[in-house]
């Protein structure tokens, strides 16, 4: 079948490479080492066979490629063979039984299962040899399902359809080839954004699957497995996407069965703290008990109805584990009891501990058992309240383990009289995170006194640090204090020291060393006791290359160095953050707002926020004024430009070359610590950077 396009013209690419990208798709589907497939031509010649195919023949892949299969069969079965392409040709399926010549040219019989043009000029024959040892009745194999497959151009256009397709749906390639794949959708004008949603997220991650319902030409629906791969040119440039479908309505309505029969069976429920949840193929969620909808703030509707995926109750550093549990609990049944934390429906994080048993004859079928372990972190919490001062962390919110890891630096070093330099980028926390340590130490009941280098001109700087005397400059009329002399026994908080001119960095030195200063215009020296904090997002050690900054000034400065992270490293905390601020800024403003819709918050986690909270703060802010109900109404379109470029559009891989590379020069080039940050694996962000062309000179 030649692809033609009705209403727009194929890329050549597309037309030529297509087939061959969507054949390696259907490869990639059906084949399985225990299932025997041939892809055979019009002649009847074997283009492939998978290692099951191998085994009933006796024969290596090599020996079987070119062979016609009435040269494997039995002198008895070859005419039956020939008439085989011809009931093919004309019922597009048939089955039957056959004798072949297997290992050691010994006759076996086996039932046999064609489809005819899979693909153009391809046809697979399933096989099932029954080895009548057990006298059991020959079946029909149930492997090889009909799959329709098709083309697809960037902007989700047919443009080919495959006998498959024409088998499953019932249009015609004349009818549907040029106009939307929205056409099988029960709904076609509202599966338009959907659409461009699945095919966004198959160019960002290379493919994607969906699971729900399609509608044939005459009208009736069916539950659809779709799987659609992206495909790209040898530069790397979209062109289009393969796609396969395949109906599995009669195990559909198997599992509906089942479950209905579990809930009536299910009289007791599990203990009070142990919840369950069952998810199936492409992360949907076929059922959960009511200990977790309750724990989770769900319905079961929004489960099972697919509005919500196990990835949405994910918290990304777990997202390893997780791949752990599942390849464990398939090798041994269940894995090994392991602690995360799931994102509730109000954004919150619920500690638990996981227990996951994978459906051996179902390997996409998994459950988990969770236990809630909320109690024992408020005992925990408690305990720490207890021996550490409570709310001394009030001001910080969030629980990530790149935050944990700054607190704890907080504790260590409060006590002390040392120096600290808190590193950053612009809007992570800096002051908070300086106000805390304020709180721990000795001086907490002292002054905290703050100031920006960045925010004072230039000149008057070394008057707001050490004061002046009267008479000490042209409008100078009264002697005035110094920031340095107003925190004397207290703490000064030295904001943005990266903007101190190179010509005041000497006596700030010297005041820091010697614990005294003399205020601009005077002789006599004033000796002091404050605590610096001096905090920065800049790169000191850069500056300092650059002779921009003082070397002795600097490890003054980092004797108990402490790094904010940004918000892209610590996404758990965002819902936590948003919830936050939604409550802040609805009292502030004297609203109620109590709901923060599902795809409000996922396209905040996806969001790298490059101003950090100052931005997400904002964001909210401005998302609040904007709600008139009880729900966060925010305006997405401000980054959905950014997070859904346009599949057709050339910035898709401007905006993943772009980003990879930012997240690369921040992590030094270490791939495995990028890959985290980016929430992917070490070999996916391998396989994107050579598919975007990211190499070291990049970095």
């Known amino acids: 079948m030649q692809a033609v396009c009705a209403r727009k013209v194929c890329p050549p690419w597309l037309e030529e490479n297509g087939p061959r990208e969507l054949e390696m798709l259907f490869r990639a589907i059906i084949y399985h080492p225990s299932v025997p497939i041939l892809v055979i031509d019009d002649e009847g010649t074997s283009l492939d066979a998978s290692a099951g195919a191998r085994r009933i023949f006796g024969l290596s892949r090599e020996q079987l490629l070119g062979r016609r299969v009435d040269d494997l069969t039995a002198d008895s079965a070859k005419d039956e063979v020939r008439q085989l392409w011809t009931k093919l040709n004309e019922a597009g399926h048939h089955e039957g039984t056959l004798e072949l010549l297997g290992p050691g040219g010994v006759t076996t019989e086996v039932a046999y299962s064609a489809k005819s043009h899979v693909l153009p000029v391809r046809h697979v024959v399933s096989l099932q040899d029954q080895a009548g040892a057990t006298g059991a009745p020959l079946r029909t194999p149930p492997w090889v399902q009909d799959y329709a497959l098709f083309l697809l151009d960037v902007d989700g256009d047919i443009a080919a359809w495959y006998e498959g397709a024409v088998r499953t749906y019932g249009f015609t390639a004349a009818e549907v080839t040029g106009g939307s794949i929205t056409v099988v959708s029960p709904n076609p004008v509202s599966a338009k954004l959907v659409l461009q949603i699945d095919l966004h997220r198959a160019a960002a991650a290379g493919h994607m699957g969906t699971e729900g319902q399609h509608r044939r030409k005459d009208g009736s629906l069916f539950w659809a497995n779709m799987i659609l791969l992206a495909l790209r040119d040898q530069e790397g440039h979209l062109q289009g996407f393969a796609g396969a479908v395949r109906d599995f309505s009669e195990r559909h309505e198997l599992d509906e069965k089942l479950l209905r029969q579990r809930a009536k069976s299910r009289t007791v429920d599990l203990e009070a703290n142990d919840v369950a949840v069952a998810t199936g193929e492409f992360d949907q969620i076929p059922d959960a008990n009511d200990a977790f909808l309750k724990m989770t703030g769900y319905s079961r509707q929004e489960l099972t109805e697919g509005r919500v995926h196990w990835s949405d109750l994910t918290a990304p550093e777990y997202s390893a584990a997780d791949e752990f549990a599942h390849e464990e609990g398939l090798r041994f049944g269940a894995c090994t009891p392991y602690e995360r934390k799931l994102v509730a429906k109000n954004g919150s994080l619920i500690p638990v501990r996981v227990v996951i048993a994978t459906l051996r004859l179902a390997p996409f079928r998994w459950i988990a058992v969770l236990q809630d372990l909320r109690d024992r972190q408020r005992s925990e919490n408690a305990a720490d309240e207890r021996t550490e001062g409570g709310d001394q962390f009030e001001e910080i919110v969030g629980n990530s383990l790149a935050l944990r890891r700054v607190q704890r630096q907080v504790e260590m070093v409060a006590p002390t009289d040392a120096t600290v330099l808190i590193l950053g980028e612009t809007g992570t926390g800096k002051e908070l995170v300086a106000r805390a340590i304020h709180r721990l130490s000795p001086r907490q009941n002292q ?36 920031r340095f002399e107003l925190a004397h026994r207290g703490t000064l908080f030295m904001d943005e020291v990266g903007d101190i001119p190179l010509d005041l960095q000497p006596k700030l030195l010297r005041a820091l060393q010697e614990k005294s200063f003399e205020r601009l215009g005077g002789t006599k020296t004033i000796p002091i006791d404050v605590r610096l904090i001096a905090a920065t997002n800049r790169d000191l050690t850069a500056m300092m290359g650059d002779k921009l900054f003082r070397s002795d000034l600097y490890y003054r400065l980092k004797v108990f160095p402490i790094t904010t992270p940004p918000l892209r490293d610590r996404t758990e905390d965002i819902p936590l953050l948003v919830r936050h601020f939604t409550a802040k800024y609805a009292e502030k403003m004297n609203r109620v707002i109590d709901t923060i819709p599902l795809e409000t918050m996922r396209a905040m986690l996806h969001w790298p926020w490059p101003g950090n909270i100052r931005e997400l703060e904002n964001f909210v802010e401005r998302s609040v004024i904007l709600s008139r109900g009880p729900t966060l109404r925010a305006p997405l379109e401000e980054i959905q430009r950014e997070t859904l470029p346009l599949a057709g559009s050339a910035t898709l891989e401007q905006v993943e070359r772009e980003h990879i590379t930012r997240v690369l020069r921040e992590s030094n080039g270490v791939v495995t610590l990028a890959a985290t940050r980016l929430g992917l694996h070490r070999t996916t962000l391998n396989a994107m950077m050579r598919k975007l062309g990211i190499t070291r000179k990049d970095l």
């Open 447 to 482: 002054k905290f006194v703050t100031l920006n280098c960045a925010a004072i001109p230039t000149g008057l700087l070394e008057s707001e640090l050490f004061g002046y005397e009267r008479g000490a400059f042209t409008g100078a009329l009264t002697q005035k204090m110094g």
